[in-house]
């Protein structure tokens, strides 16, 4: 029989955002199951004390390379020394995001709209370009891109973002369809998660209500989607490709929507 342990020993992940919130939260869950973990983040101070948290709370080795997703000087930097210092990359994770703009997009500006989209959707293919290349073409692998359930959806403020989380939706099946055998390629599209980044969404008591509506009552926590990304990594997701997994509490599913 199979093995359905979710494990990653002897593999190499890198997550791009993993200094706090959702990826930090998968960066540990990697971790956790065995494998050696690069970080990055724009800022090596938060990444620095990202690295030493995983390190106490699972023994695994974590370091960090600061960089910009969006910059290619900086992408080909974090993964070159990935490969240099950790002996491989076989997991990347898309996680790093930006959401400049709130508003329609009928009337977003073109900068905004542009950042929107670099960081988004045009740094998740570069590092995957990259990524290939450098190491998965020959030794395999598995992206996760961090979508959201935005991407499946229209919203009055959030347009823009939501645009570049659809086009990440259908990139990770274009990607999946052109790199399989070799690399798997799925997506993660989170509900509302308890982070720095949604804060405006749940905080002073904003999210009751969208707990409320969620089939199971509660936000989502960055380990929600960690517990997944592994599944994803590891050889638990052997047979999946091309596949976004929708984790949020039900909400798409609910009688009453909300958000
Ligand atoms: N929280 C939610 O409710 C929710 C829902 C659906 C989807 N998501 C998605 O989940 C992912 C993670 O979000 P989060 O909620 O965990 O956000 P977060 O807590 O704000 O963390 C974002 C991370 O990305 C890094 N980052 C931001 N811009 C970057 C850039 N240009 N280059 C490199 N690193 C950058 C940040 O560090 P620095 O500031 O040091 O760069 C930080 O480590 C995003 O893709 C987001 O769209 C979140």
Redesign the pocket.
């Known amino acids: 029989m199979a093995d359905l342990d979710a494990r990653l020993d002897g593999k190499v992940a890198l997550v791009?955002?993993?200094?706090?919130?959702?990826?930090?939260g998968i960066a540990k869950a990697c971790a956790n199951a065995g494998a050696k973990v690069m970080i990055?983040?724009?800022?090596a101070e938060?990444?620095e004390a990202a690295c030493k948290e995983i390190g106490a709370e699972t023994g695994g080795t974590a370091i960090y390379e600061a960089?910009?997703?969006?910059k290619a000087e900086d992408a080909e930097r974090v993964i070159g020394a990935t490969i240099e210092k950790l002996g491989g990359l076989d997991i990347l994770v898309n996680?790093?995001?930006?959401?400049p703009y709130a508003g329609p997009t009928i009337d977003v500006d073109l900068p905004r709209w542009e950042k929107t989209l670099q960081?988004?959707l045009t740094?998740p293919l570069l590092w995957t370009q990259l990524a290939w290349r450098a190491a998965m073409k020959e030794s395999g692998g598995s992206v996760i891109n961090?979508?959201?359930?935005?991407g499946l959806s229209t919203n009055p403020i959030l347009g823009v973002?939501d645009i570049t989380?659809a086009a990440l939706i259908h990139m990770t099946k274009q990607l999946a369809a052109e790199l399989g055998p070799k690399v798997r390629v799925n997506a993660i599209?989170?509900?509302?998660?308890k982070?720095?980044?949604?804060k405006a969404?749940w905080e002073g008591g904003k999210g009751d209500e969208v707990a409320k509506a969620y089939p199971l009552g509660r936000l989502?926590e960055?380990e929600d989607i960690a517990a997944a990304a592994v599944y994803l990594a590891a050889d638990t997701g052997r047979w999946m490709t091309g596949q976004t997994l929708v984790l949020d509490g039900g909400g798409l599913i609910a009688f009453n929507k909300v958000g």
Request: glycine content about 20%.
């Open positions: 791009t955002g993993g200094s706090r919130g959702i990826g930090l990055t983040s724009r800022k938060a990444c960089g910009h997703t969006g996680n790093a995001a930006t959401n960081v988004n740094a961090i979508s959201s359930v935005g973002y989380k599209a989170p509900g509302l998660v982070t720095d980044f949604a969404l989502g960055p």
